[in-house]
């Protein structure tokens, strides 16, 4: 093929969006004021249900999900804590493949591990999935949105388009994207979809720019049993790089599933009603953290992570993070050398050439505290011009040093949101 690979890069051009710190009209000259959204009293749990395929899918998606957050932290600024929703980025990228063809198409399947599987079977696992998951328990808040707003002197295609409204419950608006009000409608968009928690997607629009094709989530839940304030207190964390301070470390008592080895320490702290769980990983001391993160997430071993209970005594920080990554085409290129993106291959929108950029970004935001947790997460796919600037024992696990965390779906195991606190 003739085409020239398109760049997966101009991350200097990208900073001035993704890194600045459903049709309902927006008032985008009034400032986003977030209605409290509070998880309402306890429920049922209503398991997501999938069948045979989409389990297949879903398994997939695991693997690749800890692929991709591996990539992540390796090449991480090691002053940073960070977090990944890989759940929004597989929504986008759900999305995204609808208008792919060729060789491109292949590339981004093989390597999200879905080479085995049709567009049509993907988009119904992610129809169900996100459907399953929003109505998985009313205690708990859970809600994912999607947007595609594209150059309105650009032809889009309308099969494109029909096909993520039916299954991805997407908007689709054309935009000016030369006028500066653009900016403060998909930002505006952004916040009504995160509770105000992530509000600045887009620093500007400039009339070059193709499309934005985005996913927001959000969650919000308490737990099953919370944390007593009074239990709360100063106490050392001795961070990644060798300084110790004295920060909010929550302690509680609780009877769970744990998992130990000779490399991390592992356990879930549920929430109300246990649809979702925070998972824990704390690697040993002198254990390389890079190979605790596959380890730990080895399906033979959590195959049987349910089969040990233990009186857990839980030491957890207090914190809040902000996170934003707009390498994410460039990981998921190392993870598969092979991924490349032609202009030819991408058929769902015109204007598509040699001196376009094709990135995805995303912003996160998490908060743990006595009561609960809240995450939201927006992820970005655009096209920019490069021209452009049983036997219960007893446990311990005490996180005041560097560890992993995820909230997950606990039927399915779908990691929603994956994150490092060491810094």
């Not at 452009?388 to 195991?413: C, G, H, N, W």
Request: glycine share 4%; net charge negative; hydrophobic share 40%.
């Amino acid at each position: 093929m003739k085409a020239k690979t398109l760049l997966i890069g101009c991350m200097a051009a990208l900073c001035m969006w993704s890194c600045s710190s459903k049709d309902d009209v927006i008032d985008i000259d009034k400032p986003y004021d977030p209605k409290p959204e509070e998880p309402v009293t306890r429920h049922s749990y209503k398991p997501v249900e999938l069948n045979e395929t989409q389990q297949a899918i879903n398994a997939k998606l695991q693997e690749f999900s800890w692929k991709l957050f591996k990539e992540v932290y390796v090449n991480r600024n090691e002053r940073e804590n960070l977090m990944i929703s890989p759940i929004s980025l597989e929504v986008d990228l759900g999305m995204f493949i609808n208008g792919l063809e060729g060789e491109t198409l292949k590339e981004v399947l093989k390597t999200m591990g879905l080479e085995n599987y049709t567009k049509e079977q993907i988009n119904d696992f992610f129809q169900t999935m996100m459907t399953g998951i929003e109505k998985a328990d009313e205690a708990a808040i859970f809600k994912s949105a999607n947007a595609f707003w594209y150059n309105q002197d650009k032809k889009a295609s309308s099969d494109f388009i029909n096909i993520i409204k039916e299954k991805y419950d997407a908007k689709a608006e054309a935009m000016d994207f030369g006028d500066p009000k653009t900016v403060g409608i998909i930002n505006a968009w952004c916040a009504e979809q995160t509770n105000g928690r992530i509000d600045k997607m887009l620093e500007y629009t400039v009339p070059a720019e193709l499309y934005h094709l985005m996913n927001a989530v959000y969650f919000k839940s308490r737990w099953e049993d919370v944390f007593l304030k009074e239990a709360t207190t100063k106490q050392p964390f001795y961070y990644a790089d060798g300084h110790t301070a004295d920060i909010d470390l929550m302690h509680t008592y609780y009877r769970t599933s744990y998992v130990e080895t000779d490399e991390f320490q592992l356990a879930a702290k549920p929430f109300i009603d246990g649809a979702f769980q925070l998972v824990m990983i704390l690697p040993k001391e002198g254990v390389d953290a890079v190979k605790a993160i596959p380890a730990a997430f080895n399906y033979d071993l959590c195959a049987d992570w349910g089969s040990k209970t233990v009186d857990l005594e839980l030491y957890l920080p207090k914190f809040t993070s902000e996170y934003c990554e707009n390498r994410l085409f460039p990981y998921m290129a190392n993870i598969n050398p092979s991924l490349k993106f032609l202009k030819d291959d991408i058929t769902f929108i015109e204007g598509i050439d040699d001196d376009s950029a094709l990135a995805a970004t995303q912003k996160t935001f998490f908060l743990v505290d006595e009561e609960g947790a809240e995450a939201a997460a927006v992820t970005d796919i655009m096209h920019v011009s490069a021209a452009m600037p049983i036997q219960v024992e007893k446990a311990k696990m005490r996180l005041d040093r560097p560890f992993f965390y995820a909230i997950v779906e606990s039927y399915t195991q779908c990691p929603l949101f994956i994150g490092y606190y060491g810094n």
